[in-house]
């Protein structure tokens, strides 16, 4: 019964750290992914509101380092306050028919605070 559970506990404890790191010119077919990259242009100001809508929030997010390589979001669930243009996200889907359609709920803004050493780029615009 012990090893069991301990068996069960490993599974779902490593569950999150299976699935694939990828910007959005390493996906493919429908396994799924954290996609990760940054909010492109276009992205609707009323996030959080179209989030909870049925059609869901689109947005399409680019690769880090080559913003041509990019793909459109579709999203349902609660938007971070930090979500703009610019910011960089991770989201968990699977690549359906070109659009990267996100589970629910699992959209994360990082801050970029943590991530540079450039001052300029731990400045905040509200």
């Known amino acids: 019964m012990a090893v069991a559970l301990g068996g069960w506990l490993a599974w ?3 569950g999150g750290a299976l699935e694939t790191y990828a910007g959005p010119g390493e996906l493919s077919g429908d396994k799924t ?3 990760n990259g940054t909010v492109a242009p276009g992205a609707p100001a009323d996030a959080a509101e179209r989030a909870r809508s049925a059609e869901g929030l689109r947005f ?4 880090k380092e ?3 390589r990019r793909v459109d979001v579709v999203y349902r669930g609660s938007v971070p306050d930090q979500f703009k243009v ?3 996200v991770v989201i968990t ?3 359906r028919d070109g659009t990267f359609v996100a589970e629910s709920d699992s ?3 990082l801050c970029p605070s943590k991530f540079s050493d450039r001052p300029e780029d731990t400045a905040t615009d509200t």
């Open 12 to 14: 779902t404890s490593l």
């Open 33 to 35: 992914y954290r996609l």
């Open 60 to 63: 399409t997010v680019v690769d």
């Open 66 to 68: 080559n913003d041509r």
């Open 86 to 88: 610019g910011r960089e």
């Open 93 to 95: 889907g699977a690549l």
């Open 107 to 109: 959209l994360v803004t």
